[in-house]
């Protein structure tokens, strides 16, 4: 069973910065692709990047390149979401997922059907 346990969402003014972590148990994500999403309130879940197997990222969402960066730590099976130069538009529930998809672990995939597993979502507030 693989579970995955997101956290470091919180509140934090336009410009300022946070770093989400996620942790995975069952699967390693060296072996799996894993991408980050997130959804606002009254809106459909947004994708923002996807990290593959080999740990090169592919796919950053649109405006987002540049801001957000993800890291894999290995030893600690832990992959990370650095966000700067957050905005209010950033305010949302952000999402980890693992994908077993055979194209998405090599190649990275947006599409959240292709995603396995699920964490339960960290709270991300920006003000503005």
């Known amino acids: 069973q693989v579970q995955l346990v997101e956290s470091g969402g919180g509140s934090v003014q336009a410009g300022g910065s946070l770093r989400l972590s996620c942790a995975a148990s069952?699967?390693?994500?060296?072996?799996?692709?894993m991408g980050w999403f997130r959804q606002a309130p009254g809106k459909e879940r947004e994708f923002v990047v996807a990290l593959k197997r080999s740990g090169e990222n592919s796919y950053y969402g649109d405006s987002l390149k540049g801001r957000f960066t993800i890291s894999r730590y290995n030893v600690k099976n832990m992959v990370y979401l650095q966000m700067n130069s957050l905005k209010p538009e950033d305010t949302a529930v952000y999402y980890c997922?693992?994908?077993?998809?055979?194209?998405?672990?090599?190649?990275?995939?947006?599409?959240?059907?292709?995603?396995?597993?699920w964490g339960q979502g960290t709270q991300v507030t920006v003000s503005s």
């Open positions: 069952g699967r390693t994500f060296g072996t799996v692709g």
């Open positions: 997922a693992v994908s077993e998809d055979s194209f998405c672990t090599v190649y990275g995939c947006y599409d959240e059907t292709k995603y396995d597993y």
